[in-house]
């Protein structure tokens, strides 16, 4: 009998931050227990699959793997969970060589109940709507040297008409402050420079609490420790920028000059299609102001191309309000309906083709943008962590997320340099090493 303690388990993750983030945390809990991690595309005796269920084509990925791993060893136990398992488990019950489904709750529990794999299936997934706290995960490493990403918040109260992820994460659920500035401080004790803070609805941190915290209060206290050298926000709402969020930005000597702000249409009666709770005026608001006091600032955002009823005039007016506003990037999501949301019933659904060509044209503007923002910074100077080596080259990130090429010795890794930005070649952006950064 093959001992249980030196099994070998091989982990594949699809979708968010949040998704790679959990898995990694599985990965090093089942490390410590005796098990052996190995690559996902070679032989396991485990396979676990961390599902992501935002589309119907998500969907058909998880399933596709599920498949391989079944192929790759068909004598393998293959362990189910993430989103997908959460809101459709009915459909991975049928699949063969599917042994445990676990939901986004039970996900925590896996090591024991990987020691105590038989062979009939079980299901466990719970009604995650029931989850009124956040029990913080910690972790101690991260795949890359430099950066590690903390999860500090959990579900969604928004309901937006296209998306299933309140169905899948439940609530809006907040770590506490206590555990979020210990999260941070084990990775700085470890030697990353960078954390970037994660979660489902990242504005929405500390909401819960008792009493109520903010997702500034949490900076204000990372920042008044001086707890890592460098923190970066994940994506936040438009509605959750405010003022005193900006204020902060703008003297910040830890958190980056960095947002990830979604807008999904820069229509408005597309916006309230889709349920979100602001206008283009109230977006553009927020993005000249952010403009005006953090002029360096970086400033990225997500679109939804083709949401049912779109039509070509409305198109052609987001697409002009984008170009007028101070973005650097746009992540662009043609539309896909996700069984379980209004939005997959709502009438006038737009052809494929014309939805395909929508989002060609919005990626060649966010290209067009992204080598503008990037050019605006030539002969300027920099703080640049440097992360890896590619080739001849060191590569870093810049606080305001521009990645850097530059010359130099490896033992400039894992170090912030202040680096002259001298040209773009493409989106390859190049720079010298003045000296150490302060």
Do not use: W
């Not at 470890?190 to 209060?217: C, M, Q, W």
């Amino acid at each position: 009998m093959v001992n249980k303690q030196k099994q070998t388990v091989a982990i594949t993750t699809l979708g968010c931050k949040i998704n790679q983030f959990e898995s990694a945390a599985m990965a090093e809990t089942l490390g410590k227990e005796g098990f052996s991690i190995v690559p996902f595309d070679g032989a396991a005796d485990i396979y676990v699959i961390n599902t992501c269920t935002v589309t119907s084509k998500t969907d058909a990925e998880s399933r596709r793997l599920i498949r391989r791993a079944s192929r790759q060893n068909p004598s393998a136990k293959i362990v189910v969970t993430g989103c997908y398992a959460q809101v459709a488990f009915e459909e991975l019950q049928d699949m063969p060589g599917v042994n445990l489904i676990l939901g986004n709750s039970e996900k925590k529990g896996i090591a024991e109940m990987l020691k105590d794999l038989g062979e009939n299936q079980r299901v466990l997934v719970s009604d995650i709507s029931r989850e009124l706290n956040e029990r913080g995960t910690r972790l101690e490493s991260f795949a890359e040297h430099t950066r590690a990403f903390l999860q500090v918040q959990n579900g969604c109260d928004a309901f937006c008409s296209y998306c299933i992820v309140p169905y899948a994460r439940g609530r809006s659920r907040s770590v506490s402050l206590e555990e979020a500035l210990a999260g941070i401080r084990t990775f700085a004790e470890r030697g990353f420079k960078e954390v970037v803070l994660t979660g489902i609805h990242l504005g929405a941190y500390g909401l819960d609490l008792n009493p109520p915290l903010s997702l500034l209060d949490l900076l204000n206290a990372a920042e008044k420790e001086r707890l890592v050298e460098r923190i970066r926000i994940g994506s936040v709402e438009p509605t959750e920028v405010s003022d005193a969020l900006i204020s902060f930005l703008a003297k910040s000597a830890t958190v980056c000059p960095h947002l990830h702000i979604p807008l999904q249409s820069g229509h408005d009666r597309v916006l309230k299609a889709m349920n979100r709770n602001y206008s283009t005026a109230d977006f553009r608001s927020v993005m000249e102001k952010l403009d005006t006091d953090l002029p360096s600032i970086c400033i990225g955002t997500d679109i939804i191309t083709g949401f049912p009823g779109e039509t070509d005039d409305e198109f052609q007016d987001g697409y002009r309000f984008l170009e007028s506003l101070p973005l650097a990037y746009f992540h662009v999501f043609p539309f896909s309906p996700r069984s379980g949301t209004p939005a997959a019933t709502m009438e006038g659904h737009v052809h494929s083709s014309v939805i395909k060509e929508r989002a060609k044209a919005l990626r060649k503007l966010s290209e067009e943008k992204k080598k503008s923002f990037y050019r605006s910074f030539i002969g300027e100077k920099l703080q640049v962590l440097v992360q890896t080596r590619e080739g001849d080259l060191l590569k870093g990130l810049s606080r305001n997320y521009i990645p850097v090429f530059m010359e130099g010795d490896d033992d400039l890794l894992k170090t912030e340099q202040l680096v002259r930005i001298t040209g773009v070649e493409r989106e390859k952006v190049t720079g010298e090493v003045i000296s150490s950064a302060p």
